[in-house]
């Protein structure tokens, strides 16, 4: 709704960016498979757990969406379930690159301008975003709150 106002503002007026640009990030996470895997790092810090009741041998399987299959619940899983993501059909990569401009930005983004960076409608940014505001931290993992982003 607000999409007039922000109008006037270029792309260049972001100044928190100067460590990341916009296809820097993209570069980074190319497409959810890169962005999936940097997430599972970070949500799993020690190794791929089952997030309903922490087996640690879940196999792997050839669902799209729930990639890991835990033998002890007899489910399937992804890194989404038990985090900020869970139930959002927004991608990983855009998960990934938002979580980004958050962590260097926390305050400055509003949604007309992350719907536009990601290729996304404006309720979903502000979904994503309000999502984010809430728990980004559990997803960032210790490397992007420490400091500067390891992209493996
Ligand atoms: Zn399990």
Redesign the pocket.
Known sequence: MDEQSTKTEGSQDLPEYKDLSLPELFEMFPDDQAAMGWLERNVWPDGRK?P????RY?CTTKHPSMPYY?S??D?RFSVKIGTIMEHSRIGYQNWAIAICLIATCPKGISSVQLGRDLKISQSSAWFLLRRLREGWRTLAGPGLMAGPIRAD
């Open positions: 089952c309903r009741c922490g087996y879940a835990c002890e619940c489910k």
